[in-house]
């Protein structure tokens, strides 16, 4: 996954809204929206709910160092 995949992935764990992650990472609610679609289509996830939890399984969640 991407840098941007994987920051917009962790910040929607954290309860943030496409608006909120879009004003973080400079990006509009519609491409946070796009992003994290593409994320669920690489998990093989059928909603965000569920990719989330796979994520977390995968420790993908855990926040690295940049």
């Known amino acids: 996954m991407t840098r941007t995949e994987l920051s917009c992935l962790r910040l929607c764990a954290e309860g943030k809204t496409?608006?909120?992650?879009g004003r973080?990472?400079?990006?509009?609610?519609?491409?946070v929206a796009s992003v994290l679609s593409v994320v669920m289509l690489k998990?093989?996830?059928?909603?965000?709910?569920?990719?989330?939890?796979?994520?977390?399984?995968?420790?993908?969640?855990?926040?690295?160092?940049?």
């Open 43 to 66: 998990l093989r996830a059928p909603n965000r709910m569920a990719g989330l939890a796979k994520a977390s399984r995968l420790g993908l969640l855990a926040n690295s160092p940049e």
């Open 24 to 31: 973080q990472l400079e990006l509009s609610s519609s491409e």
């Open 18 to 21: 496409d608006q909120d992650i």
